[in-house]
């Protein structure tokens, strides 16, 4: 590393001011990701898969980052089987990797740090029964699995949703999203895990993810409330169809490819009701 680079790293604060290198301390070396990864950024996490991921300031890229100073195609984490790589999309401000400026693509580890513009984002391993997913979500998504009672939800996000909703009520939103995001999170992680998830606790969850992004204006919950039913199935649920026109009509920057991809799950149920009004709404939006 050169001593621009090296001071560059050193205000980002990857080495510490005794001259000591590094952010991750020399301890047993951390395996290598495989098959998909979980991305933590901006207070957001991603349960990912895909082959290629654009991180970038563009609307259109799976994760968005608003920063200016980070390019609006940065860098893009690539998946397969075998291993999770990072590489640089020749970006103005380039991609570091746990302090070092990226020059080539490069394997990722479990907990790496990866710095684009001011933005930290840390990448950790998948649950491993993640990786005997099928390639396409729709494989899995037109029907529903037979629900296993070992496994069905504790009730927890149910009793959670009800604390949230009273901090609603007394208009505590950032308290409201900080009670159910963990559990929302972790319900979505078990959902690209292949686990089995009871229609009414995709119900629940989705009306919860809902009545936060209406309350927050923010896409991440719409957008959440995509990829939950892209992988266990659409619940048969006007009053989510209902909800969900509602967001996407009043929400800007929405995730592109996940509203696509869902409409064309939608299309494929012979939607009705609620549902058709749905699917209107989504095509609009799409033009």
């Not at 654009?54 to 609307?59: M, P």
């Not at 746990?98 to 950790?124: F, K, M, P, Y």
């Not at 606790?201 to 009545?211: E, G, M, P, T, Y």
Request: proline share 5%.
């Amino acid at each position: 590393m050169g001593d621009e680079e090296e001071t560059t790293a050193r205000l980002l604060g990857f080495f510490p001011e005794d001259g000591s290198s590094g952010v991750m301390p020399a301890t047993k070396p951390r395996p290598f990701l495989r098959g998909g990864v979980f991305l933590t950024a901006g207070g957001r996490s991603y349960a990912l898969r895909a082959p290629r991921i654009v991180i970038g300031r563009s609307r259109y890229c799976r994760v968005v980052l608003d920063d200016r100073r980070v390019s609006h195609q940065h860098a893009a984490i690539l998946v397969s089987p075998h291993d999770v790589m990072l590489e640089d999309l020749d970006s103005v401000n380039g991609t570091w990797l746990n302090g070092v400026r990226l020059t080539e693509a490069e394997a990722l580890r479990d907990r790496d740090l990866i710095v684009v513009g001011a933005q930290e984002l840390v990448v950790s391993a998948l649950p491993s029964e993640t990786y005997s997913l099928p390639e396409h979500p729709r494989a899995v998504s037109s029907e529903r699995k037979a629900v296993d009672p070992a496994m069905q939800w504790n009730g927890s996000l149910l009793t959670l949703g009800r604390s949230a909703a009273r901090r609603l009520a007394a208009g505590d939103v950032a308290g409201a999203e900080a009670t159910l995001r963990d559990e929302l999170m972790t319900l979505l992680v078990k959902a690209y895990g292949g686990q089995p998830i009871a229609e009414s606790v995709c119900i629940a969850a989705s009306k919860q993810a809902l009545s936060l992004a209406l309350e927050l204006h923010a896409a991440r919950w719409v957008n959440y409330v995509f990829e939950l039913h892209l992988r266990v199935g659409l619940p048969r649920a006007p009053e989510v169809a209902r909800l969900l026109a509602e967001a996407v009509s009043g929400i800007r920057d929405l995730d592109a490819s996940l509203l696509a991809e869902y409409l064309e799950l939608l299309e494929g149920t012979a939607p009705s009701g609620e549902e058709r009004w749905l699917a209107i709404v989504l095509r609009s939006i799409l033009r």
